[in-house]
């Protein structure tokens, strides 16, 4: 790693070195060849897993992931175990006091209902709210005991929230309802509901990762990022349900029941952030945490038909607690709108003094910064890779690809890509290991109340030679190193691809009892998200319209997203990127991104509590 200057006015610190991978075939789609298995088989199996070596070694070697010891060519590069890279500021003196700012300056509510009132999105923003709270004909007390009246009475709402502190949630909104009778509010987020995800600390709250352990910490406290959400006066109204441990992308849960997606309830809402997607697309909340170390921000809000934003690796502090897969995982927003993911973005990225990491990174500009109009627009497309979606993905995205060339100014480069099923593999064995190797779930066996999937997960992970893991780390590099490359030949560059190569995850009766391990299916949903988390870039997915679901995988229309991957600390450039999604979107009229069946206007529990 080093510090490099990338341009004369560019700084980094760890910027991989930029240098061209050795080129490799074109790509491929991997061939299905692990079983799938649910219901009893699958209980059997799972048990069976954590007590004879057998399988797990049986299912590591059918996965490939030895793979790696053939990649002759990463003998020439060093193994990168933290993808974190910051951005520096300039050198030039009064350029570098203003970037040095770490305070975060909250815009106005009103800049935030002008942006919003500019959006042709019809989903409730978090200006519905503040809006009405500024005239005081609704007030977040009133709002809140509606919604928790709502959550409480329909079942399908329940299940997404796995815990729910009513007078904390009550006192909150009072707290907020006073603020702006005495027209003081925090934030153009004071007084808006808000959801957390079951991975980060929340004081007062208990966290199981989804599952029936305990990783409550003993200590207490917040995560900083949420803990910023609070100070910006934010209600959180609960946290949120999660694919057990976060190891897939159904958000299937047979222990606290699985939230199906509200656009069609044949379908899972994607995880293993489904609760906070769910609550989104069920119009519950405008934004809501999301956690993802291999798509478990994007995958639910492509299915869902959410904007969702996994930020640049280490940017987002969620101290004091601990990350269970330190080097793919990050925290980010998922919301209805471009405008409050942008906002949830900017206040949860505010720089942690106490965290070493994320206290390099500056602060994140209360608005667009000036130059994000000026830059080079450039999409790269690595074709094989890109076309291998479905028919109907490829169709829908291709739609919004033409509208940026045509409409936006955007131009398109096709890039190459080195080794990507490869690095599919050394995504997956890394994050595996690192999820394994927490003690509470390897020490001295692997706890019982687990469900079956997660017993075959975590006895897989815990296959992983040093070899093969260290080899894996020697292709992040490699991958870094060449991304790295393409962002000095193409100074702007944005990746883009399908978020999913697949339109949704059908359910089946028997997965809702015990679970269901497709791990074919699996690693088909994550075929472009893991390059992000493996190497730490910011990425963004946005809507870009409901298909039929074909190919076998049961009736209806879901929706799919399209999704850009930028350089590391780019954010500025993907979120330009997702507001011209969004006005594309809605001024195409709301059969592209309708809201599903099961959207609840919050207009009637407003209304009706007020």
């Given at each position: 790693m080093e510090s490099s200057t990338r341009t004369s006015q560019t700084r980094f610190y760890a910027y991989p070195q930029p240098r061209e991978a050795p080129a490799t075939p074109p790509y491929t789609a991997p061939p299905a060849n692990n079983p799938v298995v649910r219901g009893l088989p699958l209980a059997i199996v799972g048990s069976l897993s954590t007590k004879l070596n057998l399988i797990p070694s049986f299912l590591y070697t059918n996965t490939k992931f030895s793979l790696l010891r053939t990649i002759k060519d990463l003998e020439s590069y060093e193994p990168r175990y933290n993808p974190t890279v910051v951005k520096l500021p300039p050198l030039d003196a009064e350029d570098a006091q203003h970037s040095d700012e770490k305070h975060y300056r909250v815009p106005s509510i009103q800049e935030i209902a002008d942006q919003q009132a500019a959006s042709p999105n019809h989903y409730h923003s978090s200006s519905f709210y503040t809006s009405q709270y500024q005239t005081l004909s609704l007030t977040p007390t009133k709002v809140i005991e509606g919604l928790l009246a709502q959550i409480s009475s329909r079942e399908e709402h329940g299940t997404a929230f796995l815990q729910i502190i009513p007078e904390k949630v009550i006192a909150a909104a009072e707290a907020s309802t006073t603020r702006y009778r005495n027209r003081k509010p925090l934030s153009p987020l004071d007084g808006v509901p808000v959801a957390v995800k079951d991975e980060l600390d929340l004081d007062g709250y208990e966290k199981s990762l989804g599952s029936l352990l305990d990783f409550t910490r003993k200590e207490g406290g917040t995560s900083w990022c949420i803990q910023k959400l609070e100070d910006a006066g934010a209600i959180i109204v609960g946290k949120t349900s999660m694919h057990e441990l976060g190891l897939d992308t159904t958000n299937n849960n047979p222990t606290h029941g699985t939230p199906l997606n509200p656009h069609n309830p044949h379908y899972y809402t994607g995880g293993s952030s489904g609760g906070s997607a769910y609550a989104v697309a069920a119009g519950l909340i405008p934004i809501a945490h999301g956690a993802d170390g291999g798509g478990s921000i994007r995958i639910p809000a492509s299915y869902c038909g959410l904007y969702g934003l996994k930020p640049t690796h280490g940017q987002i502090s969620i101290s004091p607690t601990r990350n269970l897969a330190a080097s793919n995982c990050v925290h980010g927003p998922m919301a209805s709108n471009m405008t409050d993911l942008a906002l949830a973005y900017r206040i949860m990225a505010a720089p942690d003094p106490a965290n070493p990491t994320s206290s390099l990174f500056p602060a994140p500009p209360t608005t667009p910064s000036p130059s994000s109009t000026t830059h080079a627009k450039i999409l790269g497309i690595c074709r094989p890779w890109f076309s291998s979606a479905s028919p109907n993905v490829l169709s829908a995205c291709s739609a919004l690809l033409s509208h940026y060339t045509t409409s936006l100014n955007y131009t398109t480069v096709?890039?190459?890509?080195?080794?990507l099923h490869a690095g599919q593999l050394a995504h997956g064995l890394t994050i595996l290991a690192e999820i394994a190797s927490s003690p509470a779930l390897s020490s001295p066996t692997i706890p019982a109340p687990l469900s079956p999937a997660n017993k075959l997960l975590l006895s897989v992970g815990g296959q992983v030679p040093a070899t093969d893991l260290?080899?894996?780390?020697?292709?992040?590099?490699?991958?870094?190193?060449?991304?790295?490359?393409?962002?000095?030949?193409?100074?702007?560059?944005?990746?883009?691809t399908p978020t999913t190569p697949n339109a949704g995850w059908?359910?089946?009766?028997?997965?809702?009892?015990?679970?269901?391990?497709?791990?074919?299916?699996?690693?088909?949903?994550m075929r472009y998200v893991w390059l992000a988390n493996f190497t730490g870039c910011p990425a963004i997915t946005v809507p870009v319209g409901m298909v039929d679901a074909g190919e076998g995988?049961?009736?209806?229309r879901v929706p799919v997203g399209l999704m850009a991957m930028g350089e590391w600390e780019n954010e500025e450039a993907l979120l330009e990127w997702g507001r011209g999604a969004e006005e594309w979107a809605w001024r195409e009229g709301e059969e592209r991104v309708r809201k599903g069946e099961g959207w609840e206007d919050a207009r009637r529990w407003c209304e009706g509590s007020a």
């Open positions: 096709d890039i190459a890509l080195p080794h260290l080899l894996a780390q020697q292709l992040r590099s490699m991958l870094m190193q060449h991304l790295a490359y393409l962002f000095r030949q193409h100074p702007g560059l944005l990746i883009v059908r359910r089946y009766g028997s997965d809702m009892r015990c679970g269901v391990s497709d791990a074919d299916m699996s690693v088909r949903s995988e049961g009736g209806g």
